[in-house]
């Protein structure tokens, strides 16, 4: 899940948060949306070798409850770049929640979120199942939030990384004119024997633009991490996955 799922997440919620919606939205919403990517990232770290990314997703909201559920897919390189680990092509997310208020200035969302790659076979090359659950719950009030996602399962291969952790707080802040800044920084907490190597902080800094008659919504932004470059070093080309760059993703929801 990432940068246009990521970028797309902030700008809903943030709606959201807008207590004085001018139109009543129906009781059942089903959304879909395409969209293409510099690159993918997630939590810092590229998914496809620092290479374009074809993305897309539908959403269901039974908005008199708050309650949701989606799915979204994004092609990857990461897993068979791993010798041995299969050729996986797509990361499919499937996720569910509730969303609501807690007070006039303070909504919530909670939920779980499986990240699903098919046939893969990281645990044939040294490693665990690349396929991974993690809950997560949001607090967000005016312009900031604040996220964390908690692993029951190994985390995307990782041997032992079950309970790690994920914090993630950020601003969006609308500049008017359909602009958003959006700042945002994280930390993965990762267990296990490679926690020291693995765990790492990682940050956004970029601006979204929206045209909400053709229901596009553009994202360019700056993405980096401390991680550590050799163990976030792609096993094809050697090139560290983690490193600063621009991103710029595009999205048609429909």
């Given amino acids: 899940m990432k940068v246009a799922l990521t970028t797309g997440a902030l700008l809903f919620f943030g709606l959201l948060n807008n207590l004085h919606a001018e139109e009543t939205k129906p009781e059942h919403e089903l959304s879909w949306n395409i969209g293409v990517a510099s690159e993918y990232r997630y939590r810092g770290i590229s998914q496809t070798r620092l290479d374009p990314a074809l993305q897309g997703g539908a959403d269901y909201v039974h908005n008199p409850d708050g309650l949701y559920a989606g799915t979204w897919l994004s092609t990857i390189k990461w897993i068979k770049d791993t010798p041995g680990a299969g050729s996986t092509p797509a990361e499919w997310d499937i996720y569910a929640g509730k969303k609501g208020q807690l007070s006039a200035d303070i909504s919530y969302d909670a939920g779980v979120l499986a990240y699903v790659y098919l046939n893969n ?7 665990k199942d690349a396929n991974t659950l993690e809950f997560y719950g949001q607090l967000s009030a005016g312009p900031a939030y604040l996220k964390y996602s908690h692993a029951v399962t190994n985390l995307f291969g990782i041997v032992d990384g079950k309970n790690s952790g994920y914090l993630d707080a950020g601003l969006n802040f609308d500049l008017g004119a359909d602009y958003t800044l959006n700042m945002h920084a994280g930390y993965q907490k990762v267990r296990g024997a490679n926690s020291q190597a693995a765990t790492y902080s990682d940050f956004r ?50």
């Fill in 205 to 254: 800094l970029g601006v979204t633009k929206e045209w909400k008659e053709h229901g596009v919504t553009v994202s360019l932004g700056v993405i980096g991490t401390n991680a550590d470059k050799v163990f976030y070093a792609s096993p094809a080309s050697g090139q560290f996955m983690g490193k600063s760059k621009l991103v710029m993703t595009a999205v048609k929801s429909f």
């Fill in 121 to 127: 076979k990281l645990d044939q090359a040294g490693l």
